[in-house]
T-cell receptor, first 110, second 114 residues
């Protein structure tokens, strides 16, 4: 069955460092992958989309990579700030549907 | 610029009661969907709609009904609430039903069934 894995343990880093979050998937061949941010008590907010023919996508301090051979996406936040603390969800694209991972909580300490 | 609005924010039901979770969007989005989010399970798709008058089932549709009479509104009905339906419910919309259209989420309804 299709499976999306994100690290369930929180990632703790210091302000100014680069945070790297991982999204692995099996039994799936998505045409694209999306990343969302979710704050407590709020709905997810779209951040970035990367297609299967793109190796890397950037937006300000965010960078996403997509390796269809390894079946993995990496999400990087450079020069992290306490305001980046949130849960980050990856989602894989299927026909008219997105399949979400469980998310990884990021904690950036000053 | 309201985006996706969900009401109520919180609801407590007794087993067997019915209710409707409301969702409205003011972005003229074609695609709307309902997800539930449970600890350790991620977001799971309940029902979705690609336009007014068209609905379809997602991954976990049992116990829920939807209708889409207008582009703006997509209510979710719980027919006979069960404790297993205790969850946080999110409504989401996107410009089109294309697979790469980003979803815009509401802020959720937290439902407890006792």
């Amino acid at each position: 069955s299709q499976k999306i894995e994100q690290n369930s343990e929180a990632l703790n880093i210091q302000e100014g460092k680069t945070a790297t979050l991982t999204c692995n998937y099996t039994n799936y061949s998505p045409a694209y992958l999306q990343w969302y941010r979710q704050d407590p008590g709020r709905g997810p907010v779209f951040l970035l989309l990367i297609r299967e023919n793109e190796k890397e996508k950037r937006k300000e301090r965010l960078k996403v990579t997509f390796d269809t051979t390894l079946k993995q996406s990496l999400f990087h936040i450079t020069a992290s700030q306490p305001a980046d603390s949130a849960t980050y969800l990856c989602a894989l694209g299927g026909f008219q549907k997105l399949v979400f991972g469980t998310g990884t909580r990021l904690l950036v300490s000053p | 610029n309201a985006g996706v609005t969900q009401t109520p924010k919180f609801q407590v039901l007794k087993t067997g009661q019915s209710m409707t979770l409301q969702c409205a969007q003011d972005m003229n989005h074609e695609y709307m969907s309902w997800y539930r989010q449970d600890p350790g399970m991620g977001l799971r798709l309940i029902h979705y709609s690609v336009g007014a008058g068209i609905t379809d089932q997602g991954e976990v549709p049992n116990g829920y009904n939807v209708s889409r009479s207008t582009t703006e509104d997509f209510p979710l009905r719980l027919l006979s609430a069960a404790p297993s339906q205790t969850s946080v419910y999110f409504c989401a919309s996107s410009t089109t039903s294309r697979r790469d259209s980003p979803l815009h989420f509401g802020n959720g309804t937290r439902l407890t069934v006792t």
